[in-house]
Every structure is written in structure tokens, then in C-alpha cells.
């Protein structure tokens, strides 16, 4: 129990309590009776220990009410935890419960002062702990609650609106908000370095707070400073509060091993048990908590001798100290379980996880989540010797059953119960069943989904998703099989039902990083209520400072000492912002029928000659699912050979694409070779990706349609459709077919039914031939960086250091184009008027063009990955030297932009609509924020363009604007004349067009 975990802490506690000298002889008789109560604890006597304290109870209580005094109040609340902490560890956990509860009453009743020392706070500390172990939250719920509702009921002083906030905090974490409980933590903090200062227990915990929330949230850089910080402030203090530190030393040592810094990891360990043995010697039950930390950072390092040596050291001291049928012994046997499985030895790693299930069922009862994860392993292992052996569904069956009943059907738990279900019976060809669970698993985890995206960053947003992507797969293939099953069987009635239901689950799962986002533009379209606008505003401002912090490097001392603090409030500003308003954008989206979205949404909004299609890339496999305006729908899985060979094709198109960039001079006979070879990569790309997958439903689904909206994901979407060759007809599917794309469905629906209507508005903007080096730079450096360059890429590729060459050809651009614009009103940005300020003052115009350098960063050490693509204008270089970033115009920058209106957004530039394709997020960061800011359609690019032939193609591009409605087949029209020069497709294809038709 978590009683026996935590116990040497409220030990430390109850005997540093002071005991007030009472004159009469109930005191005397008191403190007898409480020396040889705690003698009895110290010699491992629990029941003589319990026997004095029990005969002392009536003693305390006499004497608290008859001096009628506050520290004796205390005294008894101290006397009912003490007796709970020993029970607990004579193990009569239900008992010490009952005392526990009894010290929480009694302290409220008298109505005992809050001070840092409060029995109140440790005893509900301890009782909402083990609520929580049970996985009885509501009951964690409550205690704290009403702790909280106890401070707030006090006279308000600076401490106690400090452990105000501290209890909030832990509110918050029960409702798995963490970004709301860092920032009372934050709080806390703030109040408690005034009072006591940074080198105080008080408030080192409190950074200690902070540290486990920025781990909670993943950010383990800064879960380690502020760790830090707290084991600053306890060695400090020197060496009284030991536990504390070594503590502290084990923390930091989990830290670093999440960042991969192994001798760091190692260094904080081997630190801790220098402290443990110091104080406590070898066989300390702390000094088997570090082992087995040790045991498992060994198991990740792959040495798995070592990880097992360590694991049985902790097995050990800790059977000794406190007993085989422990729940932390158990816990030691499941790890030993599980590096024998990381092995592959199965039957060995069975052994212990029936040990370990034994253990929790005598220690933790058969109702407990850990009895249901030593179920789940067992299962596990089972399947791996024989996936048909019937104890595997026995098991995880069992399994299921303890986290209904503890959990409720809709937690994330019993989620992931019927996931483990699911994937046996998948493997054993029950695929009815394997989907049923599949679906029930997927349904439970977009229903947190939706709950937990209110309060989560977009990194944490991502984390989430890409923790739970399995949900997903095994839907998939579940899905798929029992539609192979059910037409083999014509129960075409069940095909009817199975196929739109999948293809709902996709439609509100694709794309769903970006709702609560999406959500709140569209509010801000259709809302009246001018203070809900000025909050959007406010928070497009908070965005565009945060890029700004991020670009700009801190110099002095002074500026880097508080340079982290700055990026952490901005951040908890934003998302605190978002939360406020999600839950307002969420109810909008709710009563205008967007929050959950069907596909005769996507059917009603198609024409008769508009075929949709969207991918999915689930697992090892690519899906695809097709909708025509008739209610035509196809649901077809690609083979995992096939679907592996698709990734590596588009890696070979692209490899191409890389040579003709970065080798200018090629010759006639190497570009033509580059061009076959180039055809028979897309010649396949079109047989796997359209041909095979549409020919086994519908024969002519692929020949009738002359139009393509179609949502990319996985590989797919850095390589343009419109290159894939027919190698019957000799054409590219760009001369069959007009192509646009589309993010996800959802966005599709979103952009026809609430995008604002087109205006009478004929202004164009055009943005061109930057004068990167404005501002200030030397004539050295403007002698190293003003070299034409033919290729519209940064020179190099770092978010500071990034350097950006003169693009002449934009100037011929926009020379090309201004005479085709005659009857619009043209506003002309260029060299340095072409600059980030003019941008983002732009309001409204009928055609944004902006043709400069573009930049995609395939960086995860940049945190915010709006911050990954962006385009550069006027100074970018000047401010990248004296690292300002100004001019370097980042998707988070760009942030609120007001296009509402504005048909179309061309970004001439290179990368524009590049992805990492093993994200979540799916869309490029700059497509995105000007889709947002209502852009009806943006032209990006898929890679580094060359200069001369993108001058042709957007020539091209705006005369055949004057002549055809839609911008896709003006694009495309552009691309037929290029095509007919028997240009590779490096030259024509790498600007495709996203968005909807008008």
C-alpha cells in the first residue's frame, strides 16, 4: 500500500512534532505512554506499538479538550495519524484508513490552524495517495476538494494562498489537466520564494512540484532544471533533510535517462545510494528503489546481465525489509517479468509474472489495477509461446474485468483492455469480434481525446497521439478483415453499415490535432460578441511574441539568466489562453454540427465530377477510401509489402528531385535518363496508390471522375499526385485529372460551410525580391551572402543561423506577371518593403503572393513545430547575425493573419508545403496558418524549386487565370504547357494547391 511507501517521511514528521509541556498528570501519563508507543515502532513491534497509542487515545483527546488550545488540537490530530501510519505498516490497511479519515474530521471539527506542518495536509496527502493506487479517484476526488475548500474557508495569508494554489494544482492533476496544474504550481512558487526565500524546504518542494509536472508533460529539460533547483535548496540546508536528496538524486537520474544522457543518469544514481547507505546502510528499502531504477535504465542500454543483477539486488533488501507479499516485491517480480520477455525468454518471464500476480492478489486484493497488469503480461507472454493458446484471451478477458469494475467503461484503461482483446482475435480470425473490441477501444480513446485536447499544448497534443496510434492500426485491420469476410459471406446489408462507420471514425480522426485551433478561428469568424474577439486577438499577439522570443538569442548574462523563465510564462499564457477559449469555440462547433462530422458532409459538397480521396496510413499498412457525389464509397486496404514499397518510392521520386537541385549543370542525356528513371518510380506509385485499390470495387471509379480532392497522409504527402505516370496512356495523371488537396475531410467541411463568402474584392498583394541583407549588415557579410542562388532554399538550415541568398528571378516574376493583373488593384512589396511588418498588415486581398526563400526545418529539438517551416523577407539575414530573426517570417508568426475573404495565397517559395511524415500533424505549418487566417486556396511547394522554370509556371499560371474559374485548373493548365517541353517533373509538379473550389 502506498502507506508503506511513503511512511519514513510522516515517521520523520510525527517525531519532529513538538509536544507541549502540560503540568496535570494526564500529560505525564500521555508522554509515557507515547515513549514506549514509538520505542516499540523503532524496535519493528507494530502490535505493542498499536496497543500503547490505542491506550493513550482517550489520554490525548482528554487533554486537548480540556486545555482548549490549538497545539493541543494538533497534538491529537498528530496522535490519530501516527496510529493510522503504524497500522499501515502492520498491515491493516483498512484501519489505517479509518484513522486517517478520523485525523482529517477531527482537524476540520476544531478547526486546527493551517501551518506548513499540518496533520490535515499530510493525512490527506497519504489518503487521497492511496485512493488513487485503488483507482478510486471520485474518493480522491473528494478528500481533496475538501482540503481545498478548508484553505480557502481560512483568513487569507501569503502561505496559505500558496498552498492554495498547491492544492488546486493537485485538483488539476486528478482531472489529468497538467498544463492548468503547472501553472498553480507556478503560482505557489512565486509566493513562497517571497516569504522564504529559494534555499527553503518549502519551497524546494515546491520546485520539486514543478519538476513532476514538466515531466508529467514531457519536457524533461526543464523537468531537470527545476529538480535542480530543488536539490540546490535541500543541500543547502545541509544535511537534515537526507530522504529529500537522495530523492531528488534518484528523480534526476530517471530525468536524464529519458534524454538519453546515460552517464549523467548513472552519476545521479550511484549519488543516491552513496547518501542511502551513508545514512541508512546497504539494505535500506530506499536502496532498493535506485536499483531497480538502475535495473532499468541497464534493460534500455541493452545490458541485459546487468539490468537483472540489479533487479534481484532491489528484490533483496526489499524482501527483507518489508517482506515477500509486499506491493513493492511484487512490482520488482513484474520488472524482472518484463526484462525476460525484452529478452525473449518467455517461459522465465512467465514464472515472475505469475509470482508477481500471486503477490498483488494476497497485497492488493483481486480487484486491483495491478493485479490487472500482472493479467495483461501473463496474456502477453502466453501468446508469444502459442497465439492460439486459450489462456491468452482468458487473461486479458480477466484483465478487462478488474478495470471495468475499477475504471468504468469509459476510461483509457479499460480502452486499452479491449485493445489487448482485440489483437488475439485478430490473429486467431474471430475478425467480428477482434473489430467489436477494436471499435470500442478506438471509441473510448476519441472521447478522452476530445476531453484532454482542451487542456494540452500542441506538443503534448502530438505526444498523446502518437502514444495511443495502435488504437488506430488494429481498428484498421480489424475493420478491413471483416469486410473481406463479410462480402466473401454477400452480407452486403453489413458492408453497408461497417464501411461509412470506419469511414467516420477516419473523418473525425484525421486532422483532430488542429480542432480546438480550427474551432477557435471559426468563432472568431461568426461570433458577435466583441469580448470573445478581443481574447482571439489577444492571443494571436501572444503567439507572435513567443515567436519572436524564440528568434531572438539572448546576449548578456542577465538576458540568458531569464531568458528560459520568459519562454515558459509565454508559453503558459498561450495555453491557458486556449483552454478559455476552446471550451467556448467547442460548444460553437457543437451547435453548428462541426465537432463530429459524417460523410454526407463531404458527399453533399462534392459535384458530379469530383472524386475525394483519402488515405490513411495506419500501422504498417496505407488505406484508402474514395466518395463521389452519388454516395459511391470505397473502403480497401493496400498490402503491407505494397504499402512498404510506397514509402520507398516516394524516397526514390524525391532522391531525384534532390539530384537535378543540387547538380545545375546536368546534361541533356543525364536529365533524361534522371526522366525514365523518375517515370517508372511514378509509373508504380500510380498502379499501388490508385490503380489496384479502385479496380477491385468500382472498374470505372478511376477513368470517370475529372477531378481529384484528395487528403494525403503518411509518405504520400510530400509527392505530388499529378506526377504519377500511366504507362498505358503515356500521361501523367495531371493530363487526366485536375487535383487539388485538402488537410483532412473535416477541414474540407470547414472551409465550404463556414469560410467567408466571396467578395467583390479585386486588391492582390505581391511580395518579391526581399532585401534579405537590409538592416544593418557589414560589407563582409553582405560579400558572403548576396551570391545569386537558382534554387529558393535556405543556404542553411538552423532556426538562428539560417542565411538567405538574392533571388533575382522573383523581380522577372513579378515583372511577368503585373501585366495580367491590369484590371486589379496591385500593391507591389519589394526588396526592402518586401518585409515582415508590410506582411502581416496585409488584410483581405482577393491573391496573396509572396515569392521569396522558403524553409522547412525537420527538427524535433525545435519545440513548436509552427515554428519548423516559414518563409524569409526584408533583414532576415541582418537579424539572424545579431540574433533577432526578424525578417525570418515563421508559421507561429504568422498567426492571426486576416485573409477572411482571400480566394487564393500563392507562396512561390520552396518547401512551403513540406511535412516530417512521421508526424501526427499531417499539413505543412505554413499551409495551415493560411488556411486559419481564411484563405480559401494556397499554391505551396513540395521541394527546392528551381528559379528560372518557377518564373515560367507562375507566368503561366496567372494567364490562365484569365480565362478559367477555378485557380486548380489554371495551375494545372500552367503545368500542361511545361509537360509538353518534356520537362522532368522537378520542373513543373512541385506546386500543388490546397483548399477548396470557390
Same mark, same amino acid.
Given at each position: 500500500m502506498v502507506f508503506k511507501k511513503q511512511i519514513w517521511i510522516f515517521i520523520l514528521f510525527i517525531i519532529s512534532t513538538p509536544v507541549t509541556s502540560f503540568a496535570d498528570k494526564l500529560a505525564d501519563d500521555y508522554l509515557s505512554y507515547e515513549k514506549a508507543a514509538k520505542q516499540a515502532y523503532m524496535d519493528g513491534d507494530y502490535e505493542k506499538s498499536i496497543k500503547y497509542y490505542e491506550e493513550s487515545l482517550p489520554l490525548v483527546l482528554n487533554i486537548a479538550h480540556r486545555m482548549k488550545k490549538q497545539s493541543a488540537y494538533e497534538l491529537a490530530a498528530s496522535h490519530y495519524s501516527m496510529m493510522s501510519a503504524v497500522l499501515a505498516e502492520a498491515d491493516q490497511d483498512e484501519r489505517a484508513l479509518e484513522f486517517l479519515k478520523k485525523a482529517i474530521d477531527y482537524s476540520i471539527k476544531m478547526n486546527i490552524v493551517w501551518s506548513t506542518n499540518s496533520t490535515l495536509k499530510h493525512a490527506t496527502t497519504l489518503i487521497v495517495s492511496n485512493y488513487q493506487e485503488q483507482g478510486k479517484l471520485e474518493k480522491a476526488k473528494e478528500y481533496t476538494n475538501n482540503y481545498c475548500n478548508y484553505v480557502q474557508s481560512l483568513q487569507a495569508t501569503p502561505t496559505l494562498t500558496a498552498e492554495l494554489n498547491a492544492c488546486l494544482a493537485n485538483k488539476a492533476k486528478l482531472n489529468e489537466d497538467h498544463n492548468r496544474a503547472l501553472q498553480y504550481y507556478l503560482k505557489a512558487l512565486k509566493i513562497n520564494e517571497t516569504i522564504f526565500g529559494k534555499n527553503h524546504k518549502v519551497t524546494s518542494s515546491n520546485y520539486q512540484s514543478i519538476g513532476f509536472q514538466y515531466n508529467a508533460l514531457a519536457d524533461y529539460i526543464r523537468a531537470i532544471e527545476y529538480q535542480q533547483k530543488a536539490l540546490e535548496g535541500f543541500l543547502y540546508l545541509n544535511l537534515d533533510y537526507a530522504p529529500e536528496v537522495a530523492i531528488l538524486y534518484k528523480s534526476l537520474g530517471i530525468l536524464h535517462q529519458q534524454i538519453g544522457d546515460t552517464p549523467t543518469s548513472l552519476d545521479y544514481f550511484n549519488k543516491a545510494l552513496v547518501l542511502i547507505e551513508r545514512d541508512n546502510g546497504k539494505a535500506h528499502i530506499n536502496n532498493a528503489s535506485v536499483y531497480s531504477s538502475l535495473s532499468s535504465l541497464h534493460h534500455q542500454l541493452g545490458d541485459h546481465k546487468k539490468a537483472l543483477s540489479y533487479a534481484h539486488k532491489a528484490l533483496q533488501i526489499t524482501e527483507k525489509a518489508i517482506g515477500k507479499y509486499t506491493a513493492t516485491s511484487a512490482n520488482i517480480y513484474y520488472k524482472i517479468g518484463m526484462f525476460h520477455f525484452g529478452m525473449g525468454k518467455w517461459s522465465q518471464g512467465i514464472n515472475y509474472h505469475k509470482q508477481s500476480l500471486e503477490i498483488r492478489q494476497k497485497a492488493l486484493g483481486d480487484k486491483h489495477p495491478d493485479t490487472a497488469k500482472s493479467w495483461d503480461q501473463l496474456a502477453f507472454?502466453?501468446?508469444?509461446?502459442?497465439?492460439?493458446d486459450l489462456k491468452v484471451l482468458k487473461y486479458y478477458k480477466k484483465s478487462l474485468e478488474i478495470n471495468k469494475s475499477i475504471w468504468g467503461e469509459s476510461h483509457m484503461n479499460t480502452g486499452e483492455s479491449y485493445y489487448n482483446m482485440s489483437f488475439p482475435l485478430m490473429l486467431q480470425g474471430d475478425w467480428a469480434s477482434s473489430y467489436d473490441y477494436a471499435k470500442k477501444s478506438f471509441d473510448i480513446y476519441i472521447t478522452s481525446q476530445n476531453k484532454r485536447f482542451e487542456m494540452l499544448n500542441f506538443k503534448q497534443k502530438q505526444e498523446y497521439q502518437k502514444k495511443n496510434e495502435k488504437l488506430v492500426g488494429i481498428l484498421f485491420q480489424s475493420a478491413y478483415l471483416k469486410l473481406m469476410s463479410l462480402l466473401q459471406e454477400q452480407k452486403m446489408d453489413e458492408v453497408n453499415q461497417l464501411v461509412p462507420t470506419v469511414f467516420n471514425d477516419w473523418l473525425n480522426f484525421k486532422g483532430s490535432l488542429y480542432n480546438n485551433e480550427n474551432a477557435i478561428v471559426t468563432l472568431y469568424e461568426n461570433t458577435t460578441d466583441k469580448k470573445v474577439r478581443a481574447e482571439i486577438d489577444a492571443l494571436t499577439k501572444q503567439k507572435r511574441q513567443l515567436a519572436k522570443l524564440y528568434q531572438t538569442l539572448p546576449k548578456t548574462k542577465a538576458e540568458r539568466a531569464g531568458y528560459q523563465q520568459q519562454l515558459i510564462n509565454a508559453e503558459n499564457a498561450i495555453t491557458e489562453s486556449e483552454q478559455r477559449l476552446s471550451k467556448k469555440a467547442t460548444s460553437f462547433e457543437q451547435a453548428k454540427g462541426l465537432q463530429t462530422i459524417r460523410y454526407e458532409d463531404i458527399r453533399d459538397n462534392l459535384k458530379e465530377d469530383e472524386l475525394y480521396l483519402d488515405y490513411v496510413k495506419a500501422g504498417k499498412f496505407y488505406y484508402l477510401f474514395t466518395l463521389n457525389s452519388e454516395d459511391v464509397f470505397t473502403f480497401n486496404q493496400i498490402g503491407f509489402e505494397d504499402s512498404a514499397k510506397i514509402d520507398q518510392l516516394v524516397a526514390n521520386f524525391r532522391k531525384d528531385?534532390? %539530384?537535378?537541385?543540387?547538380?545545375?549543370?546536368? %546534361?541533356?542525356?543525364?536529365?533524361?535518363?534522371?526522366?525514365?528513371?523518375?517515370?517508372?518510380?511514378?509509373?508504380?506509385?500510380?498502379?499501388?496508390?490508385?490503380?489496384?485499390?479502385?479496380?477491385?470495387?468500382?472498374?470505372?471509379?478511376?477513368?470517370?471522375?475529372?477531378?481529384?480532392?484528395?487528403?494525403p497522409d503518411g509518405a504520400l504527402r510530400v509527392v505530388p499526385f499529378e506526377a504519377f505516370y500511366n504507362k498505358k496512356t503515356g500521361k501523367y495523371l495531371l493530363e487526366e485529372k485536375s487535383i487539388r488537396y485538402i488537410p483532412s475531410g473535416k477541414e474540407l467541411v470547414r472551409l465550404y460551410r463556414y469560410a467567408e463568402k466571396k467578395k467583390n474584392n479585386k486588391s492582390i498583394v505581391l511580395f518579391n525580391n526581399p532585401d534579405f541583407n537590409a538592416k544593418g549588415t557589414t560589407a563582409k557579410e553582405a560579400s558572403m551572402l548576396d551570391t545569386p542562388n537558382t %534554387?529558393? %532554399?535556405?543556404?542553411?538550415?538552423?532556426?538562428?543561423?539560417?542565411?538567405?541568398?538574392?533571388?533575382?528571378g522573383t523581380k522577372e516574376e513579378v515583372k511577368n506577371i503585373k501585366p495580367l493583373l491590369s484590371k486589379s488593384k496591385v500593391k507591389d512589396f519589394s526588396e526592402t518593403s518586401a518585409s515582415e511588418k508590410n506582411l502581416l498588415k496585409v488584410k483581405q486581398p482577393k491573391i496573396l503572393h509572396v515569392a521569396t526563400h522558403g524553409f522547412f526545418l525537420n527538427d524535433e529539438t525545435i519545440p513548436n513545430p509552427m515554428l519548423r517551416s516559414g518563409i524569409a523577407l526584408s533583414g532576415a539575414n541582418a537579424s539572424a547575425v545579431k540574433g533577432k530573426g526578424d525578417g525570418i517570417v515563421t508559421a507561429l508568426k504568422l498567426s492571426g493573419l486576416n485573409l477572411k475573404g482571400t480566394e487564393l495565397v500563392v507562396l512561390s517559395a520552396c518547401e512551403t508545403g513540406v511535412v516530417d511524415i512521421n508526424s501526427t500533424e499531417g499539413v505543412s505549418g505554413l499551409n495551415k496558418a493560411f488556411i486559419q487566417a481564411g484563405a480559401k486556396n494556397v499554391v505551396m511547394s513540395l521541394w527546392a524549386v528551381a528559379d528560372k522554370e518557377t518564373v515560367e509556371l507562375m507566368s503561366g499560371f496567372y494567364k490562365q487565370m484569365q480565362s478559367e474559374d477555378d485557380y486548380a485548373d489554371a495551375l494545372r493548365n500552367s503545368k500542361l504547357t511545361m509537360i509538353k517541353q518534356g520537362l522532368h517533373p522537378y520542373y513543373w509538379a512541385a506546386f500543388i494547391i490546397s483548399g477548396a473550389r470557390l
Open positions: 507472454g502466453y501468446f508469444f509461446l502459442d497465439q492460439k528531385t534532390k %539530384s537535378i537541385a543540387l547538380n545545375k549543370n546536368l %546534361s541533356a542525356k543525364q536529365l533524361a535518363s534522371l526522366k525514365i528513371s523518375s517515370q517508372k518510380t511514378l509509373s508504380e506509385l500510380y498502379q499501388l496508390t490508385l490503380v489496384t485499390p479502385l479496380k477491385i470495387f468500382v472498374e470505372d471509379l478511376l477513368e470517370k471522375p475529372k477531378k481529384f480532392i484528395i487528403s %534554387s529558393r %532554399s535556405a543556404v542553411v538550415k538552423s532556426l538562428y543561423k539560417m542565411r538567405f541568398a538574392a533571388l533575382p
